[in-house]
């Protein structure tokens, strides 16, 4: 597993932990009251670096490898998932990956960013960052699923929309907007959870929902900090400076009134307790979904438009 900068200590006593977990049966029994110590130890040590995380800290989190991403939950708290592709215009675009679902037998239409977990994959997917193409596809599903007065549930997780000189040409500022201006008008509830990175236009393209959510150690800013560092200091170096100025944590976000809830995560992060996790963000997703139900479609509009303009 990656470890981050502020987890040494922790990886030192895995690895010693590791070491007395291994061999012979014989040799294990002896070592049993070394292996109770440093278990006991380790939890401490998680729970003293996780209590006080730092603005940085929380980003590298969000970004840790092992994160559970939006297949990690279609997978786990979504069954009979029926992937759909394709914008109809011009192509599939992988960083989002979208289909019906049912969330505890409710049927529904998942989108959301998907990073990858390996160079191949993260390859395919794009490492989560959405062409043109990918932000009309979303636009057609969404319509597909108001078709079908189907709830619609996106799960934010990228960098940002990507920057090549190709989505540009391809029209990426008008798909985005397109893509907002889709979600605020839709008559079905729209429920926005952001798990991990949420990142500039890319992220509120799938965020206008009429509830937005995030993951304790998510992020989600109009920039990412290495791009603020960039622009205010001409130097990536002052990334974990410009964190502290964003305001991008799950608690900010609340504070500022951008979210609806914050959803805990285990003490340690979601990458070490992934379907924990996913759990309780499908079970704060279906709280929201029964209370939007209450909502008729005209309502559903009024308030998700009374929302972002109060932002």
């Known amino acids: 597993m990656q470890y981050l900068d502020f987890e040494k200590t922790i990886k030192a006593v895995d690895d010693k932990l590791a070491r007395l977990s291994t061999g012979e049966k014989a040799l294990m ?9 440093l278990t006991t130890k380790r939890a401490r040590l998680i729970k003293n670096a996780y209590e006080k995380l730092s603005p940085w800290q929380k980003a590298q989190v969000a970004r840790h490898e092992s994160r559970p991403h939006t297949l990690d939950y279609i997978n786990t708290i979504f069954t009979d998932f029926e992937p759909l592709a394709g914008d109809r ?16 037998g409710r049927t529904v239409m998942v989108i959301g960013h998907e990073k990858g977990y390996d160079i191949d994959s993260r390859i395919k997917h794009n490492f989560g960052m959405a062409r043109p193409e990918g932000y009309r596809k979303a636009i ?35 798909a985005i907007a397109a893509c907002i201006e889709t979600s605020l008008n839709l008559r079905v509830p729209v429920i926005s959870c952001i798990i991990g990175e949420g990142g500039s236009g890319g992220a509120l393209a799938l965020a206008a929902g009429n509830v937005v959510v995030m ?7 109009v920039i990412s900090p290495e791009g603020c560092a960039s622009i205010l200091w001409k130097d990536f170096k002052y990334a974990q400076k410009a964190t502290d100025i964003l305001h991008l944590t799950a608690a900010d976000m609340l504070k500022l009134g951008v979210i609806e809830e914050v959803i805990p995560e285990p003490i340690g992060g979601a990458h ?7 759990t309780s963000v ?5 709280k929201y979904l029964t209370q939007l139900d209450a909502q008729s479609p005209e309502e559903l509009i009024e308030n998700r438009h009374k929302r972002f303009l109060s932002i």
């Not at 319509?143 to 920057?163: K, M, R, S």
């Open 215 to 221: 993951l304790e150690n998510a992020i989600y800013s």
């Open 282 to 286: 499908a079970a704060v997703i279906t």
């Open 29 to 37: 029994d002896k070592n049993q009251l070394e292996i109770k110590r």
């Open 140 to 174: 057609r599903l969404m319509h597909l699923a108001e078709q079908y007065n189907c709830p619609v549930i996106t799960l934010v997780d990228t960098a940002g929309a990507f920057p090549g000189v190709e989505a540009e040409a391809k029209g990426q500022g008008r």
């Open 89 to 104: 215009v011009s192509g599939e675009d992988e960083a989002i990956v979208a289909g019906f679902a049912k969330l505890n």
């Open 272 to 278: 070490r307790y992934p379907k924990e996790t996913m």
